[in-house]
């Protein structure tokens, strides 16, 4: 026995209305002939709207690549020097490296693309954090807690 695809009738009258509402928004937007008055001059924006200037926030990721950890991360200032930190939670560095964050057809804004020294994959649970610093502007990438491969003697 074969079940057969339902028919759905209320959505061609939905789709109906928002073309009919479409139209109309347009229409309301278009001059008329008839109205041959001037335009009122140009009124300044209101103070309570307020344009976004900032920059998006820096980004970091994790993932391993040659047996290690890399860090990649995103949104720092292109062509400008981006030092990548990995601590312990204790604040004890494991690794420090500076590079140039440099522009990449995935990663928005300058991308950086970092191998580390540290071992990778290692035992569940992050007992550590990745934390970079964009030179240029002076600001630190949220942490990225990660796991931190340490010997047990």
């Known amino acids: 026995m ?8 209320h959505r061609a009258r939905r789709l109906t209305a928002a073309a009919v ?3 109309a928004a347009v229409a ?3 001059p008329t002939t008839a109205s041959a008055a001037p335009a009122p001059a ?14 998006p926030d820096s980004f970091l990721f994790q993932y391993t690549f040659n047996g290690h950890l ?7 200032t292109v062509d400008g020097p981006v030092t990548l930190y990995v601590k312990l939670n204790n604040g ?14 995935i990663t928005p804004g300058g991308a950086i693309y970092v191998e580390t020294t540290i071992s990778s994959p290692c ?13 240029t502007t002076q600001t630190w990438s949220p ?4 796991p931190v491969c340490q010997r047990i003697d």
């Open 143 to 146: 942490r990225l807690p990660v």
């Open 42 to 55: 140009a009124q300044p924006a209101p103070e309570s709207v307020s344009v976004v200037t900032k920059a």
């Open 92 to 105: 004890t560095i494991m690794f420090r490296q500076t590079v140039i964050a440099r522009t990449h057809p």
């Open 2 to 9: 074969r079940t057969l695809a339902r028919s759905h009738p």
């Open 28 to 30: 309301l937007l278009v």
């Open 70 to 76: 890399k860090i990649g991360g995103g949104n720092f």
């Open 123 to 135: 035992a569940p649970g992050n007992n550590g954090y990745a934390r970079a610093f964009d030179r």
């Open 21 to 23: 509402s479409s139209v």
